[in-house]
């Protein structure tokens, strides 16, 4: 049983450039969790999807950003015009459909962006 | 809002107990998880707790106060391969659904000395 699946692992762009990570969940989890972690801070959650649907984008910058779940293929996280302050971890997380607040998500391994 | 703290770094010896806290001011409580993150790698999963009390799972405990805001994971028998970071989270639903999403706090970094 596959875990979470992001890629690519590390992915370099420079300032003005579009970086598009992927995450595959689990198999049988449909709901989709971005976070990101900034180096030497937390990990800040960002959006959250169901398949074809955004539910709760709340901590999402409203500009650049995006965030989509088809019905075919993985969840894609979208950076526009990419600046040096977007280089961070980013993670994808995902967990079973309404197991409750107790259940447990399952991190992807991350990519990790640096913008040069 | 949702406040969450936890002591940026420890270190402790081969062998040895660590115990790190972690405190919490939410509005609204559901819990607090535990992850554990090595350098580079997913954060796993290592604990739960909703009631107040001591969870205990092999080498790892996790400790809950709800009246004082207030857990810990404590670590036993210490090897080299806990070096990592610990990650202190609290669930909260997420707008309109069954789904929650987790306010992490800022992670404490143990490095285990032989």
């Known amino acids: 049983n596959a875990g979470v699946m992001q890629n690519p692992r590390h992915l370099v762009r420079r300032r003005g450039q579009e970086a598009r990570l992927r995450c595959s969940p689990m198999k049988g989890h449909s709901h989709v969790y971005w976070y990101r972690q900034l180096p030497e801070e937390g990990l800040k959650f960002m959006v959250y999807?169901?398949?074809?649907?955004?539910?709760?984008e709340s901590g999402m910058p409203k500009e650049r950003f995006s965030a989509e779940f088809p019905k075919e293929g993985p969840s894609i996280l979208r950076i526009q015009q990419v600046v040096r302050g977007d280089s961070a971890a980013y993670f994808c997380?995902?967990?079973?459909?309404?197991?409750?607040?107790?259940?447990?998500?399952?991190f992807g391994q991350g990519t990790r962006l640096t913008v040069v | 809002g949702q406040n969450i703290d936890q002591p940026t770094e420890m270190t402790a010896t081969e062998g040895a107990i660590v115990q790190i806290n972690c405190t919490y001011q939410?509005?609204?409580?559901?819990?607090l998880f535990w992850y554990q993150q090595h350098a580079g790698e997913a954060p796993t999963f290592l604990s739960y707790n909703v009631l107040d009390g001591l969870e205990e799972k092999g080498r790892f405990s996790s400790f809950l106060s709800r009246s004082k805001g207030y857990s810990y994971l404590l670590l036993k028998e210490l090897q080299m391969k806990d070096s990592a970071s610990y990650l202190c989270a609290s669930p909260r639903r997420a707008i309109g659904t069954a789904g929650n999403k987790l306010t992490f706090g800022g992670g404490t970094r143990v490095l285990v000395k032989p």
């Open positions: 999807l169901q398949k074809e649907n955004i539910i709760d």
């Open positions: 939410t509005s609204g409580f559901n819990g």
């Open positions: 997380a995902s967990s079973q459909v309404g197991q409750g607040l107790n259940t447990e998500a399952f």
